[in-house]
């Protein structure tokens, strides 16, 4: 064994793993892995801020299903970083977060920027872990891939003593992590096939990761043989075309009524990856704790989910992927009975999911997503953060595929456009299309600088109402004509666009759209389109007014 430096070594490990590509914020504190990437054809994205770092590392990770690495200094990048982490959290992401951190002989004594991550990062990460012996780097690092992809995948933090880095030793040749699979027995499925001959009212929702391209066409074709009605739950859309005849629609927020009565009254239901947690199960309303009047065949990665909240009639532990494998070649006796329930339920779907044609306010968003549907390809990733503008994506956007959606479930503003950027980055060939809110956009806007200097041309379909949305409308909800703390004041954002080197684009009519996206997309430019709705348009069904009223 030759020696390496601990910064050596950490890019050794991370060679060995398969790692294409970092988001980073550079920092004094890790300068000799920065200096140990500089001879390795590992991509580094350079941000703007480490929040948005973190979110691009974990969108890495949704679409892929492989750890998104993100790399930043201690204190402040650290706790910059975490609003990305508790998104890979909450959402199952594999993510490895490194921390630089201060130099060992100074711990405990509130050095500059001094954090106890292993105290302060707990709720946050499956693992924190931190380095101070530069031997056991391959041991630390091949731990962290194991445990953010074993399981219930989800981010791990190391923390690497800055001094630790540049300590010369002796180690072993990191190796990649082994996957960790579970399978499900022969008569879990043969079970599985009893509760559907017996079933009536059936209905799949499919959740969570670990799933692949694979996996999802599999259980499509799963679907279709059992002509079984199918729902994804929230922002998991990419799990199942939404023209298979099969779709019923998604189960999260605003969901169609029509699809919760069908969850609240079927006699089986198969939850296949997913924890069905508060957004997906309408505040916990669609079943009952802890016992469901549905049966329940619940399918999750991780033991510890399965009668966490709701006890299953058939747990099953096995990832997604491994679990529809085991589907293959089952198939029904005879024509369902459910059959002629499930093309009701895929009807209703796709009135649900046609947009509405008028509301106030020159700017109309139901023509725009009619537009939007016709002129891009199934292949397009579509990204956001949170707000009441994405429910124009979620509820009118027909996704076709995998790998076609990075948005997260935890409710995090500020996702989009670093999604779009890690997305862009992962799929050159494909469009990607960031959707944004005035208040959303602000809080990583400044990552459309990282777009352009990597020349990603991603599209920002960016809706400016002048306020923070969906706070607003609980406001008038709650303490209706009593506004507080929701109005904002913004830039002009296609100037703000062109400051940075991209393209900017202003629609204040509905007709001006199309045109507006076209010269966006032409411009080969990082791109954002400011599109000016009235407050008033809220939601697609109600108003303000509607709202603060009670009408």
């Known amino acids: ?33 920065l200096d140990a990437l500089h001879d390795t054809d590992i991509d580094v994205l350079v941000c703007r801020q480490e929040g948005g770092a973190a979110m691009m590392a ?7 299903g492989e750890p998104g690495i993100c790399m930043v200094t201690r204190g402040p990048g650290a706790t910059n970083a975490s609003a990305g982490l508790h998104i890979a959290r909450q959402d199952s992401i594999p993510m490895i977060l490194f921390i630089g951190q201060v130099q060992r002989d100074a711990r405990e004594r509130e050095a500059f920027q001094e954090v106890e991550y292993r105290r302060a990062f707990t709720e946050f990460a499956k693992w924190v872990g931190e380095i101070d012996d530069a031997r056991r780097i391959p ?10 992809t074993s399981g219930r995948p989800g981010p791990v933090v190391l923390t690497l003593p800055e001094d630790m880095l540049v300590d010369e030793v002796e180690a072993p040749q990191a190796l990649p992590a ?15 096939k009893d509760l559907l001959a017996g079933a009536k009212r059936p209905l799949a929702i499919l959740g969570g990761t670990r799933w692949d391209a694979a996996s999802v066409k599999a259980f499509e074709d799963f679907a279709a043989r059992f002509k079984l009605p199918v729902a994804c739950s929230f922002r998991r859309q990419m799990l ?4 298979h005849p099969s779709y019923a629609g998604d189960s999260g927020i605003g969901i169609n009524p029509a699809l919760g009565k069908e969850i609240a009254d079927a006699d089986l239901l198969l939850l296949i990856g997913g924890r069905y947690s508060e957004m997906p199960s309408s505040s916990y309303t669609l079943m009952d704790i802890p016992y469901p009047k549905q049966t329940l065949v619940h399918v999750h990665p991780d033991p510890s989910e399965l009668g966490r909240v709701y006890r299953p009639d058939l747990p099953i532990v096995a990832a997604p992927r491994d679990f529809v494998a085991a589907l293959e070649g089952l198939a029904p006796q005879e024509e369902p009975v459910w059959a002629t329930r499930t ?10 999911s046609t947009p509405p044609k008028a509301g106030p306010g020159a700017v109309q968003m139901g023509p725009i997503m009619e537009w939007i549907e016709a002129n891009t390809a199934g292949d397009t990733i579509f990204t956001n953060g949170a707000g009441n503008y994405a429910t124009w994506v979620h ?8 790998a076609t959606q990075a948005a997260p479930c935890s409710g995090s503003m500020g996702y989009g ?18 959707f944004a809110g005035d208040g959303c956009f602000m809080m990583h806007g400044q990552e459309f600088a990282t777009a352009v200097r990597y020349n990603l041309p991603i599209i920002t379909v960016l809706v400016n109402n002048g306020i923070y949305g969906t706070i607003r409308m609980h406001q008038e909800r709650e303490y209706p004509g009593r506004v507080s703390a929701t109005g904002l004041t913004n830039p002009d954002f296609a100037a703000y666009a062109r400051a940075f080197g991209g393209h900017g684009e202003t629609v204040e009519r509905t007709e001006d759209f199309a045109e507006a996206f076209l010269r966006a997309r032409a411009s080969g430019k990082p791109a954002i389109i400011e599109v000016k709705l009235d407050p008033e348009a809220i939601t697609p069904t109600r108003t303000l007014s509607q709202i603060r009223d009670r009408t």
């Open 343 to 352: 093309e009701i339920m895929h009807s209703a779907y796709l009135a649900w």
């Open 139 to 148: 041991e630390f690092v091949t731990r962290a891939f194991a445990v953010a």
């Open 178 to 192: 082994m996957p960790v699979e579970s399978h499900p027995g022969p008569a879990q499925i043969a079970k599985l």
């Open 58 to 64: 974990d969108a890495w990770g949704r679409l892929t």
């Open 417 to 434: 456009l670093p999604a779009a950027v890690a997305s862009k980055k992962l799929f050159p060939g494909r469009e990607v299309i960031c």
């Open 395 to 402: 509820r009118f956007h027909r996704f076709r595929g995998f």
């Open 240 to 243: 199942f075309d939404h023209l």
């Open 1 to 33: 064994m030759t020696k390496r430096t601990g910064g050596q070594l950490v890019v050794e490990a991370l060679k060995a793993n398969g790692v294409r590509q970092i988001a980073c914020v550079p920092g004094e504190s890790y300068l000799a892995v």
